[in-house]
């Protein structure tokens, strides 16, 4: 399972984006990046915000 933070994506928002792959999450963080913030993620920033996703190891 990925995370990611909306905080620390640099938003003031308690977001948390969970997903399979790398690829879901970065999905999910530009529809919420346009519908909740009005920002257009584009190819530059979702370079930037992958390298903000980490690895939830945490075991159900």
Not at 7 to 29: M, P
Not at 36 to 56: C, F, R, S, Y
């Amino acid at each position: 399972m990925k995370t990611l933070h909306c905080t620390d994506a640099g938003f003031d928002c308690k977001a948390v984006i969970h997903a399979n792959t790398t690829e879901e999450v970065l999905q999910q963080a530009a529809e919420h990046a346009t519908k909740v913030h009005g920002v257009t993620v584009t190819q530059e920033m979702a370079t930037q915000i992958a390298a903000l996703i980490k690895d939830d190891e945490k075991e159900n």
